[in-house]
T-cell receptor, first 115, second 115 residues
Framework: AQSVTQLDSQVPVFEEAPVELRCNYS??????LFWYVQYPNQGLQLLLK??????LVKGINGFEAEFNKSQTSFHLRKPSVHISDTAEYFC?????????????FGQGTELSVKP | DTEVTQTPKHLVMGMTNKKSLKCEQH?????MYWYKQKAKKPPELMFV???????INESVPSRFSPECPNSSLLNLHLHALQPEDSALYLC??????????????FGEGSRLTVL
């Protein structure tokens, strides 16, 4: 069965500290990988995506992620966080079938940046 | 213009009411989606339209009825809802359903409260 696991439901961190949000997936078919961010009372916004090519992907707001096929992981990192990064972060995997893709979300990680 | 616009932003309805949620995109996308999101949970897929045809219905109760009048518009008709249907309803679009050209673009959502 296909699944996405975000290993931490909550990550508290101090401003200007580095952060890593972890995501592992399980799939028997090819995948595309995404990280989305959701600020309070808003929809989801794409941070970054991996479709093919270089396994290190850079996104908006200084975030980056590395696709590791052998470990089936796609962890999100930022070297120095800001208060404004406080939000819910969702890892998502698109399983590629003949009929099209289906996006599966992880349970989310709440990033809380404290001054 | 990369927006997905949803109306209304907030909706309160009784269990006997009939109401509709509306979604519009002008990015030329050919796939449109309805998701339901409960607090502190990931979005759950409800329906997918591809080229104006319903391609996925995730076993959603018939009190939710989707409609795609044209390639830019997506409606969700609501009738005889239950209090547990209260949630944030998110509309999204993508260039194609396979997502091989990129990501989902989400609207800000319609927050529904059923009394």
């Amino acid at each position: 069965a296909q699944s996405v696991t975000q290993l931490d439901s909550q990550v508290p961190v101090f401003e200007e500290a580095p952060v890593e949000l972890r995501c592992n997936y399980s799939s028997s078919v090819s995948v595309y990988l995404f990280w989305y961010v959701q600020y309070p009372n808003q929809g989801l916004q794409l941070l970054l995506k991996y479709l093919s090519g270089s396994t290190l992907v850079k996104g908006i707001n200084g975030f980056e992620a590395e696709f590791n096929k052998s470990q089936t992981s796609f962890h999100l990192r930022k070297p120095s966080v800001h208060i404004s990064d406080t939000a819910e972060y969702f890892c998502a995997v698109c399983m590629i079938y003949n009929q099209g893709g289906k996006l599966i979300f992880g349970q989310g990680t709440e990033l809380s940046v404290k001054p | 213009d990369t927006e997905v616009t949803q109306t209304p932003k907030h909706l309160v309805m009784g269990m006997t009411n009939k109401k509709s949620l509306k979604c519009e995109q002008h990015m030329g996308h050919r796939a449109m989606y309805w998701y339901k999101q409960k607090a502190k949970k990931p979005p759950e897929l409800m329906f997918v339209y591809s080229y104006e045809k319903l391609s996925i219905n995730e076993s959603v109760p018939s009190r939710f009825s989707p409609e795609c009048p044209n390639s830019s518009l997506l409606n969700l008709h609501l009738h005889a809802l239950q209090p547990e249907d209260s949630a944030l309803y998110l509309c999204a679009s993508s260039q194609e359903r396979r997502l091989n050209t990129g990501e989902l673009f989400f609207g800000e959502g319609s927050r529904l409260t059923v009394l």
